[in-house]
């Protein structure tokens, strides 16, 4: 692992390719570790797809018509990013609010 330089001499990363150790484990049962991991994935990719639709509806506020690549280069100001992690803040306390480990 490490930087390599390409012919741009810009470094680049070199990631592996498996993770390496044992997988940790929180809970007595594999099956409820299994099923953590895939609900805060899917906590992770919805909330992704949120921004991605505020990132659509600003635009077309602003815009009225919109094209891919718009949505693509969108960079939100800060109160578009204030408002997303008090979105994405709320939206974990909601979610998270029934699990309460022993």
């Given at each position: 692992?490490g930087y390599k330089?390409d012919?741009?001499?810009?470094?680049?990363?070199?990631?592996p390719?498996?993770?390496?150790g044992?997988?940790?484990?929180?809970?007595?049962?594999?099956?409820?570790?299994?099923?953590?991991?895939?609900?805060?994935?899917m906590?992770?990719e919805?909330?992704?797809?949120?921004?991605r639709v505020?990132?659509?509806?600003?635009?077309l506020?602003?815009?009225?018509?919109?094209?891919?690549?718009?949505?693509?280069?969108?960079?939100?100001?800060?109160?578009?990013?204030?408002?997303r992690?008090?979105?994405?803040?709320?939206?974990?306390?909601?979610?998270?609010r029934?699990?309460?480990?022993?």
């Open positions: 692992m330089a012919e741009n001499s810009k470094p680049s990363v070199k990631l390719r498996s993770s390496k044992a997988r940790s484990r929180f809970y007595d049962d594999p099956a409820i570790d299994q099923m953590m991991t895939f609900f805060l994935e906590m992770a919805m909330n992704a797809l949120r921004e505020d990132t659509v509806e600003r635009l506020d602003e815009k009225g018509v919109i094209t891919r690549s718009q949505i693509e280069d969108y960079k939100p100001d800060a109160s578009a990013d204030e408002e992690a008090a979105w994405s803040q709320a939206f974990i306390r909601r979610v998270m029934i699990h309460k480990p022993d």
